[in-house]
């Protein structure tokens, strides 16, 4: 059974920090290309980050570009998003995705809000 489990959302305070992580099984993990969308309220869903399978190379959305880090761990089966400076704009619920051709999986996602 494939399962991608999203954790470490919480609520953070402006310029604050928090690292989210999704473990997966199911699938050879170490295949796939992953990735890590948000969806804030009233908007579409929208792609933050992405890795390749082997981890070299990495894609990130303008908005996040220099304070969002991704990365993995395939001895783990695990997928990483380090946010810095987070920013109010940033609220939004998190998702991970497994990809490689036709195959998409998608994990539940993890609540990140960013208030004072």
């Known amino acids: 059974q494939v399962q991608l489990v999203e954790s470490g959302g919480g609520l953070v305070q402006p310029g604050g920090s928090l690292r989210l992580s999704c473990a997966a099984s199911?699938?050879?993990?170490?295949?796939?290309?992953m990735s890590w969308y948000r969806q804030a309220p009233g908007k579409e869903r929208e792609l933050v980050a992405t890795i390749s399978s082997t981890g070299g190379r990495l894609n990130y959305a303008d908005s996040v570009k220099g304070r969002f880090t991704i990365s993995r761990d395939n001895a783990k089966n695990t997928v990483y998003l380090q946010m810095n400076s987070l920013k109010p704009e940033d609220t939004a619920v998190y998702y991970c995705?497994?990809?490689?051709?036709?195959?998409?999986?998608w994990g539940q996602g993890t609540q990140v809000t960013v208030s004072s």
């Open positions: 995705k497994g990809e490689r051709a036709w195959y998409n999986y």
């Open positions: 199911g699938f050879t993990f170490s295949n796939y290309v």
